[in-house]
């Protein structure tokens, strides 16, 4: 089993590399987040033993209990799912990263719920960049103010971007989303916002998404294998 996750870590670590490479970008400037929802805390701990460090889970309740069970080990944990306002106090507690803050309340008690033993929590902004009403994050348009007003925030340390895109889109459609975060991406450091990542690609356009500027992919299936509901969640 150990032997099957440190193969799919590899092959994932080669498409990276490969697809770095004909971005003509250095290596090793995409990092890989293993996305562990719906997987048990037992593969979790073998992906963990095969060096990966960095585990992405969206639902509140399935992360703690796996959390818990994996207290021993350091892992990295990023929450990437939607977040009510009632669940903001898990993540402040023990998150290092969420990428899906959309809502000036949220951040805002992220940080005040951030306790002062721990380092900043690091922060992605969610841009909704296919357009469709139904999707969680800002609109690319109120996206600046919001990041001027959480870059204020003591506890928070803004980060970067993040976007899923619409899940019927073609390769071009696709790449024009990634193109938009990312042009989204450097107008905001143009406005004096530190930012240095860029949070898209999943397992099926990781090499879209490096080619228009990823730094952070965000990959389950293809590492884990296909989940029990296999749309794109989120
Ligand atoms: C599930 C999920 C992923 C991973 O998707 P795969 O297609 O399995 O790689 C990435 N990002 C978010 C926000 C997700 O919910």
Not at 8 to 30: C, F, G, K, M
Not at 52 to 68: D, I
Not at 80 to 101: D, F, M, Y
Request: charged share 20%; proline share 4%.
């Amino acid at each position: 089993m150990t032997e099957n996750l440190t193969l799919s870590l590899q092959a994932i670590q080669q498409r990276l590399r490969q697809a770095e490479q004909a971005a003509q970008r250095p290596a090793h400037s995409v990092q890989l987040l293993a996305v562990s929802k719906t997987v048990s805390a037992d593969r979790v701990r073998q992906a963990f033993a095969a060096g990966q460090t960095a585990f992405g889970e969206n639902y509140v309740q399935e992360w703690l209990e796996k959390q818990q069970t994996l207290a021993d080990l350091a892992i990295e944990w990023h929450f990437i799912g939607p977040l009510q306002s009632n669940k903001t106090r898990h993540v402040a507690e023990l998150a290092s990263w969420i990428h899906s803050v959309d809502r000036l309340k949220i951040a805002q008690r992220l940080s005040e719920q951030r306790p002062s033993t721990l380092p900043p929590l690091n922060v992605c902004l969610q841009v909704n960049v296919s357009g469709e009403a139904s999707k969680s994050g800002v609109d690319p348009e109120q996206a600046l103010a919001l990041a001027q007003a959480i870059a204020t925030l003591p506890k928070l340390r803004l980060r970067g971007l993040m976007c899923i895109p619409e899940a019927a889109a073609d390769e071009a459609a696709l790449a024009a989303q990634f193109r938009c975060l990312q042009q989204l991406f450097v107008e905001l450091q143009q406005h004096g916002l530190t930012l240095d990542t860029l949070s898209m690609g999943m397992s099926a356009d990781i090499e879209l998404a490096v080619a228009q500027g990823a730094t952070m992919v965000r990959v389950g299936s293809a590492l884990f294998g296909a989940r029990p509901s296999s749309q794109r969640e989120g």
